[in-house]
């Protein structure tokens, strides 16, 4: 692609996705839209505003209003010009142009983007399936935008810019990744190596799976657990605000409840999995969680969360509505687990709407739920040899930090510093370069991330009621009072996830750590008993 | 500025940042919206009572006793019912023991209804998505009893993880 007369961006560099097969050139006349980012007009005072406001007790400190903000520090009116005068010279018709956001979005046909931003984009194959449009190397602009623009999104669209859920052939090529050492299991196998009691199926229990998309196919489910050996468990749809059980292809939301449906199926053959399928608004989730806490019909003794965003993302009202029925599920003895994100410490993922910094995942950060994050494991001659926090760079890693909405809950106070409720509780294996083997739309796949973690602990909880008696309902404040001594937690100490780092007894990546199911049974058996079940 | 005789709902000031406003939302399209109901007794004690159990001596509750315990008063579902068919709205569904009562109207007379005005917008990523511009207002008869209301705003909430 000829780049005559133009400059490359910084940072826009594109690399090939591995495994992904060349279907040719992107039509030429093919519209399409990109967000074109502009510089800031004024950098340094920002960054200095921000460290004088950091450092001023709350109520003393004076906010910019979005409207002063846009007038100080969003873009120059004569950069957006700039760039609306270079899309015209170039056929590129301008959408949208926002100082406050320093956005303008140009909508036009792929042969004028090739020219305008020195790119050649082709249509691949993705190996997860489905298609994309990507390009390699840089975007260019011409030099006296070179200052201007700092980013140019939507000319590449492949999925793995997306999505939290980490399938193995998601990997961004960056040759150490691709030539890493990799190996995957089947959840029944990541069992064995945790120790899971091995005389239980979940028989009795009922573990409830929330979904915000994306279907089953129960032939699917059939081939997957016969292949596995295992009884095929027993899976019933629940509708939520209009929401469908609705498969499509492997690139889609399948992976996601492929994963989560055998993962805890594989585990606890013998629990009943009760699916609540909603659509993905806070509406949708909001009223999927209360349905299954309130569920008198199949009473769900452990729900699983695999879907999250950042706090900051989520109203105040979601938030309480979320965790008030996380408290009634503590309250009726209901276990839930939620994914803790896969982003690392930032639970945003990167590209447009990121904001910097540590951010926690919620649901993961509710005090009435186990937040779950990931590690790496290592396993030669059927035992794990080596585990370290899940941070697989340009790959995932997991999230985990310290919550901005919730302070410490009681039972988190002799361990997490700092005033605020601590993320994860609990981890297992999650990297997709040690990731499950799953069975999604008629192809086997290997998927990881910390959305696997969360129905795997479900599963776990399914046994473990089981072989209680009892529901273990609102886990939290037992986990935490386990002594050490009890090796019901393998503490992982090797890691970080860009923000936070691994440490002896509990840190936010691995929160206390990832099970030996046996010894966690037997812990929690030596804990007085009292009769219930749960409603 | 609050309308009168109404008070916003707390915590239901729009999540920011949002984008860019691209248009108005089609007065007749229909909603389905979500009111969630304060519980019939305060979930204070409840924490207190969950944090304070010994390990493993957590008492349980069945979903039939905290429905009757925390779930919704019947008068206050009463009142929210009463209040959505006094400006054309419909119950579709009403939960004691989940604290909801399901609406369902126009955009318009949803707007109406909640003191709010709905737009559509776009995200920083082109998306394009539902959002009310401001809190939810109720009359000052419903103020405690309605704890939010969920629909307006239709944007993903959630990533897979």
């Keep these: ?173 960056i040759q150490s990744l691709v030539a890493a050492p990799r190996a995957s299991f089947t959840p029944s196998q990541i ?108 009473r769900p003794s452990v729900i699983s969360i695999s879907w999250g965003s950042p706090e900051v993302v989520w109203t105040q009202a979601s938030v309480m509505a979320m965790d008030q029925a996380f408290q009634a599920a503590a309250a009726m003895g209901v276990t839930v687990y939620c994914a803790a994100g896969d982003n690392g410490a930032n639970d945003f993922p990167p590209g447009p709407g990121a904001q910097p910094g540590n951010h926690a995942d919620f649901p993961a950060s509710s005090p009435h739920v186990l937040g779950c994050g990931g590690t790496n494991i290592t396993v030669a001659n059927n035992a794990i040899t080596r585990e370290v926090v899940w941070n697989d760079p340009g790959g995932g890693a997991t999230g985990g930090g310290l919550s901005a909405l919730f302070p410490v809950p009681a039972w988190q106070q002799s361990v997490v510093q700092g005033g605020k409720r601590g993320v994860p509780d609990v981890a297992g294996d999650a990297s997709p370069l040690s990731g499950y083997v799953v069975r999604v739309d008629g192809q086997q796949s290997v998927i ?88 | 500025m609050t309308p009168e005789g109404r008070v916003a709902v707390p915590g239901t000031e729009p999540a920011a940042p949002r984008g860019d406003a691209i248009g108005a939302v089609e007065p007749g399209i229909r909603l389905d919206v979500t009111v969630l109901v304060r519980p019939r007794q305060s979930l204070r004690e409840l924490d207190a009572q969950l944090n304070a159990a010994r390990p493993g001596e957590q008492p349980i509750m069945s979903r039939e006793a905290f429905a009757a315990t925390y779930g919704a008063d019947p008068d206050d579902l009463a009142r929210v019912e009463a209040f959505a068919h006094g400006h054309g709205l419909s119950v579709v569904e009403s939960s004691q023991a989940r604290r909801s009562v399901v609406l369902r109207g126009t955009a318009a007379a949803l707007s109406a209804a909640f003191g709010l005005t709905l737009r559509r917008y776009r995200d920083a990523r082109g998306a394009t998505f539902r959002a009310a511009t401001g809190p939810i207002y109720v009359p000052t008869e419903l103020a405690g009893v309605v704890q939010g209301v969920f629909g307006f705003d239709d944007r993903p909430a959630a990533r897979r993880r």
């Design chain 1, 1 to 173: 692609m000829a780049h005559a007369n133009l400059v490359p961006v910084p940072g826009t560099e594109k690399h090939p996705v591995a495994l992904a097969e060349s279907l040719g050139d992107v039509h030429p006349e093919e519209r399409i839209e990109v967000t074109v980012r502009v510089r800031a007009r004024v950098d340094t005072q920002l960054a200095a505003r921000v460290s004088d406001l950091a450092s001023q007790p709350v109520h003393a400190r004076e906010h910019l209003s979005r409207e002063a903000f846009a007038a100080q520090f969003g873009a120059d009116p004569a950069d957006l010009a700039r760039v609306a005068a270079f899309a015209q010279q170039h056929g590129l018709a301008v959408v949208d142009s926002s100082s406050a956001r320093r956005s303008v979005v140009l909508s036009g046909p792929v042969a004028a983007m090739r020219t305008a931003f020195g790119v050649d984009l082709k249509l691949f194959a993705h190996p997860g399936g489905g298609t994309f449009r990507g390009r390699e190397g840089a975007v260019y602009v011409p030099p006296e935008l070179a200052d201007v623009v700092v980013g140019v999104f939507g000319l590449d669209d492949r999925p793995a810019a997306g999505p939290h859920m980490r399938r193995l052939a998601d990997l961004d090529g």
């Design chain 1, 191 to 298: 069992g064995a190596l945790y120790g899971f009691p091995t005389n239980a199926t979940g028989q009795g229990e009922c573990v409830a799976i929330i979904e915000l998309g994306g279907g089953f196919r129960t032939s699917d489910l059939r081939t997957y657990f016969q292949q596995l050996g295992v009884r095929m468990p027993k899976v019933v749809t629940i509708s939520v605000d209009h929401g469908r059980n609705q498969p499509t292809n492997p690139s889609s939301a399948d992976g996601e409840v492929m994963l989560d449906i055998e993962v805890v199926g594989a585990v606890a053959p013998g629990a009943t999995l009760a699916v609540y399928f909603a659509p993905n608004t806070d509406q949708g989730f909001i009223d999927a969680i209360s349905m299954a806490v309130h569920d008198t019909t199949n």
């Design chain 1, 448 to 535: 990881g991330g910390t959305s696997a973690v969360a129905p795997l602990w479900a599963g776990l909880t399914a046994l473990l009621n089981q072989q209680l008696g009892k529901p273990l309902g609102f886990a939290a404040p037992a986990f935490y009072a386990l002594p050490p001594a009890s090796g019901a937690f393998v503490d992982i100490t090797e890691g970080n996830n860009n923000g936070f780092n691994a440490a002896v007894g509990w840190d936010a990546c691995t929160g206390l750590g990832r099970p030996d199911g046996a010894r966690l049974l037997a812990a929690l058996s030596g804990t007085p008993s009292h009769a219930a079940s749960a409603g």
